[in-house]
């Protein structure tokens, strides 16, 4: 399983961001994967996830703001961020399926003025 993300940047307070985590070795539509993040001098924590069935979860910290989708056809998970906060700033990263050791190799996000 290898899973890249992508989509990272520095971004304003109040903007917005969509990361991609492209799979190859797992299909998206047959697992859960998650996002999550670490910002520094912190531990890793969950961010969204989506069930194989398609259900979505959240973090309180990000709901209303963050959604995860996924793509079948493209085999790709994503999260898309709005009204970013500098707390969101972290590496961002995929795992899936959720829960077990393959996790991509993360993508910076810096919300900043």
């Known amino acids: 399983v290898q899973l890249q993300a992508s989509g990272g940047g520095l971004v304003q307070p109040g903007g917005s961001l969509r990361l991609s985590c492209a799979a190859s070795?797992?299909?998206?539509?047959?697992?859960?994967v998650a996002w999550s993040r670490q910002a520094p001098g912190r531990q890793r924590e969950l961010v969204a996830l989506?069930?194989?069935?398609?259900?979505?979860d959240y973090a309180d910290f990000v709901k209303g703001r963050f959604t995860i989708s996924r793509d079948n056809a493209k085999n790709a998970v994503y999260l898309q961020m709005n009204s970013l906060k500098p707390e969101d700033t972290a590496v961002y990263y995929c795992?899936?399926?959720?829960?077990?050791?393959?996790w991509g190799r993360g993508t910076q996000v810096t919300v900043s003025s």
């Open positions: 795992n899936g399926p959720y829960g077990t050791r393959y």
């Open positions: 989506i069930t194989r069935g398609g259900a979505t």
């Open positions: 070795g797992m299909t998206v539509g047959s697992n859960a």
